[in-house]
């Protein structure tokens, strides 16, 4: 059985940092790549960032979030993180964990940047 858990979510006074993880079993996870992907009220869904399988060396990320997070996998605990700094509130979302295998996704956790 699949399963992508998120956690690190919370609320943040902008400027502030926050680090998600996502934990993943069911699956080979250093095979396939991860993503992370946010949705905010009233928006679609769309990818923050992504990070290839293995070693992880290629990322991706969206133009609103380049130079503020980064996007790691820890192989050996089955693990993507999302490291999120100088948080804007318009960062505030649901932020969900995605993965190539068979496209499955995490049930998402809240972030939310408020002052």
């Known amino acids: 059985q699949v399963q992508l858990v998120e956690s690190g979510g919370g609320l943040v006074q902008p400027g502030g940092s926050l680090r998600l993880s996502c934990a993943a079993s069911?699956?080979?996870?250093?095979?396939?790549?991860m993503s992370w992907y946010r949705q905010a009220p009233g928006k679609e869904r769309e990818l923050v960032a992504g990070i290839t399988y293995g070693d992880g060396k290629n990322t991706r990320y969206a133009d609103s979030v380049k130079g503020r997070f980064t996007i790691s996998r820890d192989n050996a605990k089955n693990t993507v993180y999302l490291q999120m700094n100088s948080l804007k509130p318009e960062d505030t979302a649901v932020y969900y964990c995605?993965?190539?295998?068979?496209?499955?996704w995490g049930q998402g956790t809240q972030v939310t940047v408020s002052s």
């Open positions: 069911g699956f080979t996870f250093s095979s396939y790549a």
């Open positions: 995605w993965t190539a295998f068979r496209g499955y």
